[in-house]
């Protein structure tokens, strides 16, 4: 509904800087009683309860969270709808996972019902853990696409998904052809890219299940549109690294595969990117692409521990949002990534800081999308994708919360003791489209 005024009452936290540039409590910008006024679908103004109160429209609904954080909704870059059912799946390292679990789970996606439903599924979870925008996988079947953005479309929620591009090394009812998929791809993109809120991402699986040929054909789809995304993982396993070696021996490195044909620039977004080393991270840097940060599947699938601090140096700086990479990753809650993302920065040697955490799952990551005039932030103009955190959601929780005496704190106990049940209620484009019961 347009002309549609509805303001928001709490403490708002987001995000004036990059708080891996400048001091991160300086970048956290914090309103201890905040307001936050939205129209149609818009933030269209932010501040001090008091100050802002006289700008109120007469007549506006003031919906109150006296104990909440307002935040932007979360972004998560990187995460596979179609294997929602496989989560917490037992025992083996990628390759094996992929062949044991996943394969056979994405072959359910050829049935357009089974696709819808578990798609509705999805998109409901991300919405119950208060993540507004993700960068979706779907599966090699056009109908799996069709499927996700029409769930999407129907919230309203913006998105990012793609047909899985898969023409070797796989089975063969996953499979496509170099030919096929460009025109399945091409037909998608053409219907659903910068359709409402929905965009497309040009998605090879991975180089070991694309031949030389799909790869340069993806690179082809996407020289025609700049603003289309492109997605794919990147060095996340050692014997995978090994295999691309094998299969690409000409190339410098796995990331030389994909800038090769022409697939590392603004709106890449490369999952994982654990093996990697300092002329791949230069490229990033130079190209504009994105790292997907994925704890707790780097952690389940003991994949290793991700540079976040080397991919954030200040004198190269590499986009990097958070991914859950459901189904290898094990919960859908950024909050549960960052708490993750917190140890392995611990085993690193160093120190992730509530703001930066929070930053990474908010501004950041759309940021990393190059979303950042629309999505990210509370500030005029932006879209009004929120979420409402509640810091004292458990009795632990609700006891953990007194003794916090700073913003930083308060987030830092949200991140690492935070779930689903920290979202109070989710909002997208300034509709309630989730509440806690
Ligand atoms: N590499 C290629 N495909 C996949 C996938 O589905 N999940 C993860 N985590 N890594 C992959
Ligand atoms: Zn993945």
Same mark, same amino acid.
């Not at 025609?224 to 690294?241: C, G, I, K, P, Y």
């Given at each position: 509904?347009?002309?549609d005024?509805?303001?928001l009452?709490?403490?708002v936290?987001?995000f004036r800087?990059n708080?891996f540039?400048?001091d991160p409590v300086?970048?956290l910008?914090h309103?201890e ?8 679908g818009?933030?269209?103004?932010m501040?001090?309860?008091? !100050? #802002?109160?006289? @700008?109120l *429209? ?6 109150? /969270?006296?104990d909440? $954080? ?5 972004? !998560? #870059?990187?995460? @596979?709808? *179609? ?6 799946? /037992?025992?083996e390292? $990628? ?6 679990? #996943? ?9 357009p ?5 578990i ?13 507004t925008t993700?960068?979706v996988?779907?599966t090699?079947?056009?109908?799996s696409v ?6 999407s479309?129907?919230?309203n929620t913006l ?7 898969m023409?070797r090394?796989?089975?063969p009812?996953?499979r496509?052809t170099?030919?096929g ?7 998608l993109m053409e219907h659903?890219?910068?359709r ?5 991402a040009v998605?090879?699986?991975f ?6 040929e799909?790869?340069?054909l ?6 025609r549109?700049d603003?289309?995304?492109?997605q ?6 050692v014997?995978?690294v090994?295999w691309?070696?094998?299969l690409f021996p000409?190339r410098?490195s796995y ?11 603004p ?6 990117a654990i093996?990697?080393?300092e002329?791949?991270l230069?490229?990033c840097h130079?190209s504009?692409c994105?790292?997907?940060?994925c ?6 699938l003991g994949?290793?521990?991700f540079r976040?601090f080397?991919a954030m140096d200040?004198r190269?700086p590499?986009r990097?949002?958070l991914g859950t990479?459901?189904?290898a ?6 909050l549960?990534?960052?708490n993750e ?8 040697g ?12 908010t501004a950041?990551?759309?940021r990393?999308?190059?979303l950042d ?9 932006m ?7 509640d ?5 632990l929780?609700?006891?953990r919360?007194q003794?916090c005496d ?5 987030l830092f106990?949200l991140m690492?003791?935070g779930d689903?049940?920290?979202i109070?209620a989710?909002y997208v484009a300034?509709?309630?489209?989730h509440?806690?019961?």
């Amino acid at each position: 509904r347009m002309h549609d005024t509805l303001a928001l009452r709490g403490r708002v936290v987001t995000f004036r800087d990059n708080p891996f540039v400048t001091d991160p409590v300086a970048a956290l910008h914090h309103e201890e009683d905040g307001l936050v006024i939205i129209r149609d679908g818009r933030i269209e103004r932010m501040g001090a309860y008091a !100050d #802002t109160l006289p @700008h109120l *429209p007469a007549g506006t609904q003031v919906v109150h /969270y006296p104990d909440c $954080l307002i935040s932007a909704g979360f972004v !998560d #870059t990187h995460v @596979h709808y *179609p294997q929602l059912p496989m989560i917490a799946a /037992y025992g083996e390292q $990628l390759l094996e996972w992929l062949e044991r679990y #996943t394969f056979p789970t994405e072959s359910r996606f050829c049935d357009p019902a089974h696709a819808h439903d578990i798609a509705r599924r999805f998109l409901t979870e991300l919405l119950r853990c208060g993540t507004t925008t993700a960068a979706v996988f779907c599966t090699v079947h056009p109908q799996s696409v069709e499927a996700f953005f029409t769930e999407s479309e129907r919230l309203n929620t913006l998105m990012i998904a793609g047909k899985v591009l898969m023409d070797r090394n796989a089975p063969p009812d996953l499979r496509d052809t170099a030919q096929g998929g460009y025109d399945d791809s091409l037909a998608l993109m053409e219907h659903w890219h910068g359709r409402g809120r929905q965009m497309y991402a040009v998605t090879p699986r991975f180089a070991p299940t694309s031949s030389e040929e799909q790869l340069e054909l993806a690179g082809a789809l996407l020289a025609r549109d700049d603003s289309v995304f492109m997605q794919t993982h990147l060095a996340e396993n050692v014997d995978e690294v090994a295999w691309v070696r094998q299969l690409f021996p000409a190339r410098r490195s796995y990331l030389d595969v994909y800038a090769h044909a022409g697939l590392v620039r603004p709106r890449a977004i490369l999952g994982h990117a654990i093996h990697v080393d300092e002329p791949d991270l230069a490229t990033c840097h130079d190209s504009g692409c994105a790292l997907a940060h994925c704890p707790t599947s780097n952690l389940f699938l003991g994949s290793g521990s991700f540079r976040l601090f080397d991919a954030m140096d200040p004198r190269r700086p590499v986009r990097v949002g958070l991914g859950t990479d459901i189904g290898a990753g094990t919960s859908l809650s950024q909050l549960q990534s960052l708490n993750e993302a917190y140890k392995i920065a611990q085993g690193t040697g160093h120190r992730l800081h509530p703001a930066q955490a929070f930053w990474l799952a908010t501004a950041g990551g759309a940021r990393a999308l190059h979303l950042d005039h629309r999505i990210g932030t509370i500030a005029p103009g932006m879209e009004a994708d929120l979420c409402i955190l509640d810091p004292a959601a458990t009795p632990l929780q609700a006891l953990r919360a007194q003794s916090c005496d700073s913003i930083s704190d308060l987030l830092f106990s949200l991140m690492m003791l935070g779930d689903d049940r920290s979202i109070r209620a989710t909002y997208v484009a300034g509709r309630k489209v989730h509440e806690r019961a």
